[in-house]
């Protein structure tokens, strides 16, 4: 459990430092209850009082919404019945319910439309009598009913939620999610329920990835062997697409459909191989890696393909914006292609170039069929128009960069999801930091930010678990006032937040636990769950650098081990990790007497965990960090009877520990113990102590300690 | 933790019953390893030694096969990967693995067909060296895979398969499953995955509900509106049905659509009123129950309507059989329509004579349509056909009496999940006991049995868990010999199998932490399971009856309830009464220690789950509950103090259990307490055994015992 006490402290000094900012915030942050909101909103004003949720809730929307407005009230309804076990009487939304003493007023002034650049504001007052929720239009009353499900409290007396005033606008327009679809394929449901997910965090972009190497995911009807022969028979019928962008649009998110050329194209030339820059035959790729062909810029006959095709999928997809990739083209094929380089004299001299111009033309088709494109930031290039979006990956920099030229940019370099960083680190990065000085039409080109879903290493189990709940930290980053930035208050909130959309349907925490069963073959898995939840996935590309080494790492290969189990958030690790600095800054028996609680419970786990995982082939390899983890709180429980007798940790037992630390951060089984630090830091800590107090290298350990009853060897 | 040793001796007496009922068994029984095998086989012989499966696993086909049994073994291939975390190197199975040598070869002499009736029989040899599976055709190969899955045991030194020699085959031809997705919509997914879970236990029918008042779940092209009008859009599309169909044809199972007429027919008449007994407008329902909408018998085209929508859905489902309904026909609107009670004039004397009549043309048109029809047992009127199979829901004298009749019959009658039964309930209705004498002939005509999952009361959340695992036991009951029938055999392997149904997708394990998660507002629900896994929803129709009462549960009515999560076979509590049901037959410490064990956790956990429940306003109700377990745990505990010290326990503290045991035994929020028995049980025991010895009525507790010192009221 996250100690309530502290953090709800740290959330109360976070929101008085947002309302501190703001001329409007008048509120009393000290006496504010524990708001587990997020995105947290940009002003807020808590008061005393509540109003009780009970069977009799109603919703009526007055002004002039459109149907996705009543849908959304509706599904609100439904939310609301789901987690109170309530039956309203109210069993949907309508034109007919215009009651302005529902328990929830919606009054909005238009439809919205479904776009980045659309006023998501909305204002939200809930008194004891019920609650409105005000905005511009329907987009924003969607933001709102999202604020109002996070208000919504339980205790012993019932439901309940604050009396507050609320008013809220996202501080970037672009504020999306990246799922690659052709690496592994996801299922649609799998689509709907992270649109769920995006929605709670009042996302507004879906961009997926359609095609690559390994597959080829959208229908065409114009070039039908694209699925035919590109896509294994996984991808999405246009039926299946259109309802996808309707479930989307219900949401207030834009879908964004990326199709890469010139490179990770293969799956278009199983097909239609003639397009290429070298012969086929093409076979779709089962492995990652490796070369990788390109269109041809120099045939005409490419651009007509492209052509027809971007314009089918331009009347599928009714937003605004289509990504046309434009990443890693290596340009092997066009180097050894004598035609492309003939092409090439003499005005074009180099592939850069030769892209840009391919960039260009496609660019103006798709600017011809009525919308933007986007592509990574290769695609920057000298002459390449301004209208393009740029997507940024490779560094913030090139955001700057690409802005300042004059284009619309967004930013996923820091928000790669199968990096597996801790939220903390993709939380940190802010677009515009602030000691970033950017002339204000610069600034205004800077659209927002993409969490982005790379699949090599996830399938439809384990996805949700890469991309929840992080991204709903980069949704706050995203939407919230620059200075939302406290970690503390951040994970606290996660923390909610995280079963919160569990009950949409995302399978995070279920899945974890099912993995593990299956990976222990057992019910009883509370000894590996300890353990679990203390260690993550190594951090960036190792694990998928280890799996191409092997050879036999494909699209097949299973994903169920320790390290698809892992998460990049232990709870309790972040926890620990929270109590052991609190406790170096400010000493407090208390403190103390939780951090040994945790010691003891990874001791006294030892046993049991060992069992378990001797009989399981599947989990024996996890063993040494099993140990580890053994070794590390007995190291932790001695540092700590040092630090109480204000004895010196003999230099011979500091040595030994050292190499128990060196073991702890060695990588098993592509994963990596998450406590190291802090028990180290106790280690420090004892140690300061004496050097403080001025006490003498202690030789042995005091007698009669439970340093000396536990029998470390010093 | 089931206990493995007592268990493995009933397992082992369990295969020896079969053996020894069998010429062909001449195993050792007793040195039988830990066989995890549902449905047990016809024929099995366990040799001492195993097969070690690792990375260089591989399967090849030989004989004629046909795509389905390709894939079936490439599913294998992939289970084995996600199971072992192996990536073998074969990737797929096709025609061009044939290697003889390969770990499993599949022998294979024609590819059969997809329908009750088909030869299943397989014989399965794994040896140290490899495995050879052989079968007539291939869906007797597809059965054999399963068993193969099932065999693999894991353990410190690996994955490996015993050696054993299986010959198998079904006890009866129609093994089914029925799907009500009318007043639940279940979307594709939850059927793939049931799909899935039939296939792991031999199933080879796959029934679904299609229609009812509250929707019409199929698309239909000729008539669009009964999907447009009379679905809420919760429907399948014609391309989703047939990938349903393909789904269940990969893994062997024929797909029988139910169409249910005359009654249960108000989403028909949403969007054709003109067919209804009585003028519309009809609403679709949202309620359960009340008056029942009937087809026109007496107008020529209801026929003609009714034979152009079968001629479409006979087109659509490939598979033999097209279920008609037939059932609750209450007659209201045919009574009180003049045109129709002048049709009947003069020889249709009732309404039992009408709906045959009605039958026999549905069943003429439906076997033009180059099909058998099946109905519920209501359409066993006298004059129906002899082709028509009939459903027997109402009664096991009924399926006797089709069959008598000359109809092929099928029973579900004590095979309603819906009625949330104990799965030994289920397991324990054989269609023909062996106290049922039937010619040859009529015996011939019951072709097996069918589990009926009725949707008042479930959805895609919760479906899984009222089908899994209770229908891996009827599976069993209708492939395994008729002697394969201890009880505490099928438990320990149910458990098992539980994990391996999990392992497939489905959700009964992972949703039920997940819905606790929900109620309890919290990650930390230990204490919740412990009550959970002692309580069961209430059997029969009570929930849905006190629901209907409300006069507000429709289907829109929330699912998320204690009653929801609990689930009828809850594990600890059959453990405890398996332990003091052994303890009363045979007292022994080691037992008594258990015993005592699982009471001081009730006993412990008491405090945490009172302090959970007060937390949350939907665990409150369920707290009269927690308090009987209590009290239970406290009693159990003192009539063992009794029972050890030989002291008859005192009139008034036996006479206060009663009151407890009454209060225990109450239905609380839908749900009951099952382990009042086995503590009573102990209590009877303690009275007993002073009987036994002669002993006085001891006036006070012992002193000194943990009785007193536990502090009970006496």
Redesign the interface.
């Known amino acids: ?1 996250i100690r309530k006490k502290r953090l709800l402290f740290l959330a109360a000094l976070a929101s008085f430092a947002v309302m501190a900012s703001s001329a409007w915030g008048q509120g009393t942050p000290q006496s504010e209850p524990n708001l587990d909101l997020m995105p947290w909103p940009a002003h807020i004003h808590v008061e005393t009082g509540s109003y009780p949720l009970d069977r009799n809730f109603s919703i009526s929307v007055i002004g002039h919404p459109s149907q996705r407005l009543y849908d959304g009230a509706t599904r609100l309804l ?1 939310h609301l ?7 309203f ?1 109210q ?1 949907a939304v309508t034109q007919d319910n215009r009651d302005p003493h529902a328990a929830l007023v919606i009054r909005v002034g238009r439809p919205g439309q479904v776009k980045p650049g659309e006023d998501e504001s909305y204002t939200l007052r809930v008194r004891s009598d019920g609650a409105v929720l005000t905005a511009t239009d329907g987009i924003g009353a969607l933001r709102g009913m999202q604020t109002f499900r996070q208000l919504v409290q ?6 309940h939620l604050p009396d507050v005033e609320i008013k809220d606008h996202p501080r970037f327009e672009w504020r999306g999610l990246m799922i690659d679809v052709a690496r592994h394929f996801e ?1 649609v ?1 799998v689509i709907e329920r992270n649109l769920r997910g995006m929605a709670a965090v009042k996302m507004n972009v879906l961009h997926l990835h359609l095609s690559d190497n390994q597959g080829f995911r959208v229908q065409s009807h114009v070039f039908p062997k694209l699925t035919e022969l590109g896509s294994r028979g996984e991808y999405y ?1 246009q ?1 299946q697409v259109r309802a996808i962008i309707q479930y989307a649009d219900d949401r207030g998110i834009t879908v964004v459909p990326e199709f890469d050329v010139p490179a990770h194209a293969v799956s278009w030339f199983v097909g239609y191989p003639q397009y290429a820059s070298a012969p086929g035959p093409y076979a779709l790729r ?1 492995q990652f890696g490796g070369s990788n062909p390109a269109f041809d810029p120099s045939n005409p006959a490419t651009y007509q393909f492209l052509g027809a095709f971007f314009k089918e999928m331009a009347g599928l997809f009714p937003g605004p914006y289509i990504h046309i990739g434009g990443d890693e083209n290596i340009g092997t094929q066009w180097d050894s292609n004598p035609y492309i380089q003939a092409y090439m004299q003499p005005t074009i001299k180099n592939n850069s170039e030769l892209q840009a111009q391919f960039t260009n033309k496609l660019s103006a088709m798709i600017t011809a069929d009525g919308k933007h494109a986007i592509g990574w930031d290769e695609i920057l290039q000298p002459g390449v128009s301004e209208d393009a979006v740029i997507q940024v990956w490779r560094g913030k920099e090139d955001l700057y960069k690409a802005a300042r030229e004059g284009h619309p940019a967004v930013l996923s370099s820091g928000y790669y999801l199968d990096m597996l960083h801790p939220t903390a680190v993709y939380y940190a990065n802010d677009p515009i930091p602030d000691d970033v000085h950017l002339a204000r039409k610069v600034r205004a080109n800077i659209l927002g930010g993409e969490a982005a879903m790379w699949s090599e290493l996830v399938d439809p189990t384990t996805i949700d678990s890469r991309i929840w709940p992080s991204t709903a930290a980069i949704a706050e980053r995203l939407w919230s006032p620059a200075d939302v930035k406290d970690v503390a208050s951040m994970y606290r909130r996660l923390y909610v937040l995280n ?1 919160q959309l ?2 949409e349907g995302l399978t995070q ?3 974890q ?2 993995l593990l ?2 990976l222990a ?4 898995i ?1 000894p590996l769950k300890v353990l679990v939840n203390v260690i993550a996935p190594v951090q960036g590309y190792a694990r998928l650098s280890t799996l191409l080494r ?1 050879g ?3 699209i ?3 994903l ?2 320790i390290a698809d189990a892992a998460t990049s958030d232990p ?1 309790t690790a972040i926890r620990f990790q929270g109590w052991v600095k609190q406790f170096s800054r400010h000493p407090d028996p208390e403190l103390e007497h939780k951090i040994r609680g945790q010691l003891n419970v990874w001791q006294q786990n030892s046993a049991a965990l060992n069992d378990l995982m ?5 989990l ?1 390899s996890v063993q040494p960090l099993a140990h580890s983890l053994a070794a590390l709180s007995q190291i932790g429980l001695h540092a700590l009877d040092y630090y109480d007798e204000v004895g010196r940790p003999p230099y011979d037992w500091v040595r030994n520990t050292t190499t128990a630390f060196v073991d702890a951060r060695r990588t098993v089984a592509q994963v990596n113990l998450r406590v190291v630090d802090p028990i180290e830091q106790l280690v420090v800590l004892a140690e300061e102590k004496a050097d403080h107090v001025g006490k003498q290298t202690t030789k042995v350990a005091p007698v009669g300690s439970r340093a000396a009853a536990s029998g470390v060897a010093q």
């Open positions: 459990m439904r019945e789901d987690r109170t076990g309530f039956s009487d069993h339980a205790d012993g007396a019932g439901f299922p449901p019928t039926r089962s079963l569990e009950g925490i279920k899945n636990t099912m069963r299956q073959g057992s019910y009883d509370d092997t036999h790492y494909t097949y290969s299973p169920t081990s709870w001797s009989r399981s082939p599947r024996q």
